[in-house]
């Protein structure tokens, strides 16, 4: 695969890379540089939704190196958006409607109609693992900013336990604040990793990857959310037949009820989808 390119995939003006891990492994070993340091994104329907509602964000996931895809609703979103709709106005309506909820179906009835065109769903709870098994396997080390105290080095340890020759250069709690950018700068550029784990939820933890991976001088940096605290044994991961048909977000909404606010991202990400398909049927 000496030809490897990114294969952007739009999806409601925001650019995903249909990449399998083991083709965005490739590729990021193919352009890694302490030059021009690789930032990467993984995408799901509420990174999605702070993305269509803020400028900011947009603009920052224009700039990045690698935008994967989190999550079922990214998957289907881009396979939704190649249906052919009928001309007529009625038709296209009624058709719509019928293929919109068939598809949202077959999320759960037959999870592989949706690898097309993006293969497969990268989250940065699993790609954290091949990153820190790629940093392993060409001597680079990695560091870990964010979540409550002493978590970051809990989650330094499983990574190392499990991983025994990743080299780790340091972790640090920090926070998004704009203020305490330059201390944590500071501590990050004396620790000297290559690989940048940042944990602050999206999409602080994008946003500051943006203002400051360069001056870090990190050559990956990556935003992972609540990676830490799944690392850490302090939340526990869905079963991985729930993750491998897409309902791990229905998992989490079971343990943790709280969350429920935030899982109303699918649906509302999904009519976001569906009324742009029906106002410009880009086929």
Avoid: C
Avoid at 18 to 28: P, W
Avoid at 167 to 172: F, L, S
């Amino acid at each position: 695969m000496a030809n490897l390119r990114r294969r952007k995939i739009d999806i409601l003006g925001i650019s995903i890379d249909s990449f399998t891990k083991e083709e965005a492994l490739r590729y990021i070993g193919k352009k890694i540089s302490a030059k021009n340091p690789l930032f990467l994104t993984t995408v799901n329907t509420e990174f999605a939704n702070k993305a269509l509602e803020s400028s900011e964000v947009a603009t920052m996931l224009g700039k990045t190196s690698l935008n994967l895809a989190d999550g079922v609703g990214i998957l289907w979103a881009a396979r939704f958006l190649r249906t052919r709709l009928p001309k007529q106005k009625f038709w296209r309506y009624i058709f719509s409607f019928l293929k919109f909820f068939g598809s949202l179906a077959t999320i759960i009835i037959y999870p592989k109609y949706i690898r097309t065109p993006i293969p497969e769903r990268i989250s940065g709870s699993d790609f954290i693992w091949e990153l820190s098994r790629f940093a392993a396997r060409n001597n680079l080390s990695v560091f870990l900013l964010g979540g409550d105290p002493t978590v970051p080095e809990q989650a330094a340890l499983k990574l190392q336990t499990d991983i025994y020759d990743l080299r780790m250069a340091g972790t640090y709690e920090g926070t998004p604040k704009i203020e305490d950018e330059d201390k944590i700068i500071r501590i990050i550029k004396k620790a000297g990793p290559d690989i940048l784990f940042v944990a602050y939820g999206v999409p602080a933890e994008e946003l500051w990857l943006g203002r400051n991976l360069k001056k870090t001088g990190a050559k990956i940096g990556i935003g992972v959310g609540g990676t830490f605290d799944f690392l850490a044994g302090r939340k526990p991961r869905a079963p991985k037949f729930i993750r491998s048909i897409g309902l791990e977000w229905l998992y989490r909404l079971i343990i943790e009820p709280r969350r429920f606010h935030r899982q109303l991202a699918l649906p509302k990400f999904a009519w976001r989808v569906f009324r742009y398909k029906i106002r410009t049927n880009n086929d």
